[in-house]
């Protein structure tokens, strides 16, 4: 008698100014395909589920490693696929470096973070503070949507809204901006089979 393999458990890292509300779609394909899913509101994401989260100790690459690392350790997850998203693409990397043995061999970055975003962009962040929240997503939108979203620009702009109703501060939004454009994934060493998902592409 042969039992039935189980499936890995899947971790989705979100990106900037995003939380689980803007996968919920991906998410929900995942689950109805058998495999056990986690999509933590991972700060500056305000935690809109009734899960307890970790505390994030510092918005930097070592910071959000651990978080990971600790959520993966609360919820006794066996070495969870992760599936980073734009900001949690470097997220994602960071973890796969410092705690390697707590993740799957394969991890999948969809629109990765994958060059540095222009110096001069770290110095407008904090204007951030002094800008309505509907236009920061209109901006946030128009910058990093691909070819292929613009016919549902739209449909995106109102998902990326929802996702940004609330964060943690606006300190810790700006915290999160400046570590976003500091690194991209290149910048971390680790050996794991890397799937890129972007524009409709893989690689």
């Known amino acids: 008698m042969t039992t039935k393999k189980e499936k890995p458990a899947l971790l989705f890292v979100h990106g900037f100014r995003g939380n689980h509300f803007g996968l919920e779609e991906v998410i929900t394909k995942f689950k109805d395909l058998g495999y056990p899913v986690y999509a933590p509101d991972i700060p500056p ?23 990971i690392a600790d959520y993966i350790l609360d919820k006794n ?16 990397a960071a973890t796969a470096e410092k705690y390697p043995n707590l993740i799957n061999e394969k991890i999948f970055f969809l629109s ?16 951030i503070a002094f ?12 910058y990093l949507i691909g ?26 939004e700006i915290k999160a901006a400046k570590f976003s454009v500091k690194h991209a994934i290149s910048d971390f060493n680790f050996t794991k089979t890397c799937f890129l998902l972007q524009e409709g592409k893989t690689g």
């Open 112 to 127: 990765p973070i994958s060059e540095h975003t222009p110096k001069f962009i770290s110095t407008i962040i904090p204007l």
């Open 147 to 172: 070819t292929m979203g613009k016919p549902h620009f739209k449909q995106i702009l109102d998902t990326t809204m929802l996702c940004a109703k609330k964060f943690t501060s606006i300190s810790d």
């Open 77 to 92: 997850l066996d070495r969870p696929i992760l599936i980073g998203h734009s900001m949690g693409s470097i997220i994602a």
């Open 45 to 67: 994401a305000f935690n809109t589920q009734s899960e307890k989260l970790p505390t994030l100790k510092n918005f930097t690459a070592e910071g959000y490693a651990t978080w």
């Open 131 to 142: 800008i309505p929240n509907k236009l920061i997503s209109f901006i946030v939108t128009k």
